[in-house]
């Protein structure tokens, strides 16, 4: 049996800003289909991962593949690589002036040119998905801080990605609105999506991922079955952080 090619390969990837070192040689693979947890304390490098991946921070090494073929060159055109991985940020980042429908239509009219009609049709059925269809004319202000993100991740799988990165999407929100985002984020799981996913929302992370990255000053310290690392860290490091955590 020949073995599937991974969607995703993260190669000896190396970030610094001036002198610091923000990602110390970074190597892994994502199958796709997977959902992989990024944890690890704060300013361990995980958002400016993520952010490498989107090709939104220039590397100073290594090589990033999707499906077999290397991004980092210079012939890489990240527009159109971007709609192919999508990125869901901590904050929404909607237009304020556009209604949500027009939010989310952006970039599949203008960057994509899809026909309106069937743009159209993909976001709504995304919307009553997250059970927001009924507020497809309202504008951000109208809309609570989790309904904004629920509206910023429909805007990013309509454009039809295949992986998709969600950086602490759930970071600025009031405790009761992380639930329904969660939720959305699951779902996605469960539909085999194939996503990274940066959270410190532990119990989440132990019930949609597949497979656990930890990260330290970044490295990674350790990267195991999701179980493997709840159930049974390998590390000093990772189960001295997931005591300080009480998990």
Known sequence: MVKQVPILQVKGLIK????KV???????????GKVIAILGPSGCG???LLRCLNGLEEVQGGDILLENESLINESTKWQEVRQRIGMVFQSYDLFPNLSVMENILLSPLKVQKRKRQEAERKAIELLERVGLVERANDYPRQLSGGQK????????LCINPEIMLFDEVTASLDPEMVR???EVIAQLAEQGMTMLIVTHEMNFAKLVADKVIFMDKGNIIEHASSEQFFLK???ERAQQFLNILQF
């Open 149 to 156: 993100q629920r509206i910023a991740i429909v805007r990013a």
């Open 233 to 235: 860290p390998q590390t």
């Open 16 to 19: 610094k800003y001036g002198d």
């Open 22 to 32: 923000v990602l110390n040689g970074i190597d892994f693979e994502v199958e796709k």
């Open 180 to 182: 329904e985002v969660l």
């Open 46 to 48: 995980k958002s400016t």
